[in-house]
């Protein structure tokens, strides 16, 4: 007993160095979005601000239309994570309950996406976004004009699937006692029916883990935004960001205070969402 | 049953669809354009869309990307756009912009991995040395011949464009290493404030008188010198040209001269200040500069450092000085520049653009609205009567400045630089051993190439 308990003292503290770690660089941010330019810039370095000023908030708000850019990271997260949850489940529960000819290279070649560098993927993804037939003066054969660039489609539509997704929504349909689509089967639902009726009101806490994850990365992403926009309309909050790094230097205050209000989405997210997050991520067996 | 055959289609064609992206027309046609250099199939569909624009009396819409985000610049480009625009009403600018780094390079590397590169670019003189091989940038000789700036421009700025005798680029926007230093602290050291150090000898005396020290801590330096970072290479540059090198590395055969008898005396130079006291800063950001803080007394920096400081704290203390001198007279500038991209099927219009953004009065345009140092002779006069102090000396120093070696393996000459520039700072290696290196790891990447 007292081993074990000097065992969980331990582990208290090694845990607790380790989340320090992690919330250093978040209080400092924090911090500095309240300090002048000066005061960051002082050899001297003090954690709290002199003096607390909300005049970074501002001025950070004030530099470019920050409305738009929030409501193009709203509109490209919510549309991502809800088709993409949609998409990930239905697929999951395909591979997890259904038996058909190639399920198994099927999934093989699905878990070869999950060993796949986003970097590797990301041009010939662009070429098929540039190359869309019909969008964006585009003709059938994907030519003459810019398909999907700059578009929120073209932002949306390959982020709507992933190996992940459909992996982790497999391994916690597979929990599901096979007794529930006999019943179903019984009762004359079809597949269809199973799934909507039964499967989807019950993953819940799959499809929280799944869209939390999700709408971090979505709203997080740089890269792919940064490739697929080119106006100040289509332009990301992390796009947005940017707008702080001069030809002179970094404005570090107020990129702070921006990071600050670019991150506050996610952590209430998270804080909304923690109960099911963990829930999840312990029902499909990946913990 | 039905259920199954529908998931099957659906995944099925799902993974058909991701394959196809790994392998269609867009990757194919990289790898053609890469290799002719895009100039034939460039000129054909240029020919091609530009008469049938010109027969359905459309406007050609030209892309526009330049580098950088900041709100200063892109106010300047909405005038230069809007007035181009109002005089070229067949022409429609389509500005984009992207901050420098890694980022512009990544969105021009898939843009013309694509196909989709914008038709003019505005970006820096080091990615002329990348690009240029690879028949990314059009050369703009053949649109000279009536251009005016052939005999207006500097002939520095107008070199700068240069690889192999064409022209690639168009400069517009100088960024000169000027010797700034801080008038109060010559007068506490008793040195006369009007009277900065112009030679080698001058400003080692200079150096000494101003290093003040507490103990063994040295509290104030002379002059500035980083001991780490990313700009330490221009430092190595600006006493390497005055002693007479032509660079790092000579960009016509490729030799490297990082580690010649000249630049070795200029890093030995450098490492006799370091010894008499300097403040130790990391130069990849000039918010480090001991300058702006008072605890050095000189430095380089560009025209945005000076504006920047004199607006603070040392606002009416800091002045510049003419650019050194021991063999010859000569600084580090390096250039924005607007580049045309080979693949525009709109060469003319998008000379168009780059002939009218570089002109006489958008230079004079950039200097109002940004402070930018036109390149223009016949804009000197004007110039400096603006302010004869302080432009006098930027329009001497861009005039003689040079700007970073045109080669592809230019990331390679900086990092072997600095790296060793560093090692001779904390005395780790002596100036001969420390370049020699540098010298051999740039070696390996020329072999490489």
């Known amino acids: 007993m007292k081993k074990e308990k000097k065992y969980q003292v331990i582990w208290i503290i090694v845990m607790s160095l380790a989340s320090l770690v992690m919330l250093v660089p978040i209080i400092m941010m924090f911090m500095t979005s309240f300090k002048t330019m000066a005061e960051i810039q002082s050899p001297v370095f003090h954690l709290l601000p002199e003096k607390f000023s909300l005049d970074n908030y501002r001025d950070a708000m004030t530099t470019g239309n920050w409305l738009v850019y929030f409501k193009n990271s709203l509109v490209i997260t919510l549309t991502a994570v809800i088709l993409s949850l949609l998409f990930n489940s239905i697929a999951g ?39 869309f037939p019909f969008a964006g003066g585009n003709n059938l054969f994907g030519t003459g004009g810019t398909g999907l660039i700059n578009t929120y489609a073209g932002l949306v539509i390959p982020l709507v699937s992933g190996s992940y997704g459909v992996f982790l929504c497999k391994q916690f349909y ?89 991150a506050l989405p996610m952590f209430v997210l998270f804080l909304c969402a923690q109960r099911y997050f963990i829930q999840g991520i312990v029902t499909s067996g990946l913990k | 049953m039905k259920f199954r055959k529908v998931m099957c289609a659906l995944l099925g064609t799902a993974m058909i669809l991701g394959m196809a992206g790994c392998g269609n027309k867009g990757t194919e046609e990289l790898v053609s354009k890469d290799e002719t250099a895009g100039e034939a199939e460039s000129a054909e569909e240029g020919q091609e869309s530009d008469s049938g624009d010109a027969a359905s009396g459309e406007k050609v819409k030209l892309t526009f990307l330049r580098a950088g985000t900041d709100a200063e610049k892109k106010a ?109 602290l010559f007068e506490q050291a008793g040195l006369d404030p009007n009277s900065p150090p ?11 008188k ?19 970072g990313t700009a330490q290479q221009h430092y190595l540059t600006i006493f390497a040209l ?43 950001s000039s918010d480090n500069n ?10 380089f920096a560009n025209t945005t450092d000076f504006a920047n400081w004199n607006s603070g704290a040392l606002a ?28 525009t099927p709109h060469k003319e219009e998008a000379w168009r653009f780059i002939e009218y953004a570089s002109s006489a009065d958008v230079a004079w345009t950039r200097y109002e609205m940004m402070g930018v140092p036109p390149v223009r002779e016949s804009l000197k006069d004007k110039y400096i009567a603006e302010n004869p102090e302080n432009n006098s000396v930027i329009y001497e120093s861009v005039a003689c400045g040079v700007g970073s070696p045109k080669v592809a393996y230019s990331n390679a000459v900086f990092n072997a630089v600095d790296d060793a520039m560093e090692r001779i700072a904390y005395g780790v290696e002596d100036p001969k051993t420390a370049l020699d290196k540098a010298a051999q790891e740039i070696q390996k990447e020329i072999d490489n190439q």
């Open chain 1, 93 to 131: 529960y395909a591979f997890a309950r259904l038996r058909f000819r190639g399920a198994k290279i099927m999934f093989l070649f699905l878990m070869v996406g999950l060993m796949m560098p986003p970097q590797v993927t990301m041009l010939p993804t662009f070429l098929i976004m540039a190359q």
């Open chain 1, 174 to 262: 597979e929990n599901f006692p096979r007794s529930l689509d006999e019943a179903a089967e019984i009762d004359g639902a079809n597949k269809w029916r199973t799934y909507f009726t039964i499967y989807l009101p019950n993953s819940k806490a799959i499809l929280a883990t799944l869209g939390l994850l999700k709408a971090v990365a979505v709203w997080n992403d740089y890269m792919w935004p940064l490739i697929m926009t080119n106006s100040e309309n289509m332009r990301t909050v992390q796009l947005a960001l940017t707008m702080f790094k001069t030809d002179s230097g970094i404005m570090w205050n107020q990129m702070m205070a921006g990071s600050v209000l670019v």
């Open chain 2, 210 to 228: 101003l290093v003040k020290k507490e103990g063994d801590n040295v509290v104030q330096t002379g002059l500035g010198i980083p001991s780490s």
């Open chain 2, 242 to 284: 005055a002693n007479g090198e032509k660079n790092l590395v000579d960009e016509d055969n490729n030799t490297v001269l990082c580690n010649s008898e000249k630049t070795i005396e200029a890093a030995e130079f450098l490492k006799k200040l370091e010894d008499e006291g300097i403040i130790p800063w990391d130069s990849s």
């Open chain 2, 316 to 343: 009416g203390k800091i002045a510049m000085a003419s650019p050194l001198k021991k063999e010859k007279q000569a600084t580090f500038c390096g250039m924005g520049f607007m580049f045309m991209s080979n693949e």
């Open chain 2, 290 to 299: 001991p300058f702006g803080s008072g605890l050095a007394a000189m430095t």
């Open chain 2, 76 to 184: 300047f480009w909405d005038k230069v756009i809007a007035d181009f625009e109002a005089a070229n009403p067949d022409i429609e600018i389509e500005y984009q912009e992207c901050s420098y780094g890694d980022d512009f390079e990544t969105k021009l590397n898939t843009g013309f991995a694509s196909g989709t590169a914008p038709d003019v670019i505005d970006f820096t003189l080091a990615s002329m040395g990348v690009r240029v091989p690879l028949g990314q940038y059009a050369a703009l000789d053949e649109f000279t011949a009536d251009w005016d700036g052939t005999d207006d421009y500097m002939e520095s700025a107008l070199n700068l464009g240069k690889i192999g005798g064409k022209l690639y680029g168009i400069a517009t926007q100088p960024d000169v290493r000027l010797l700034i230093y801080n008038k109060e």
């Open chain 2, 198 to 208: 112009a030679t080698w000898d001058e400003l080692e005396e200079y150096h000494k």
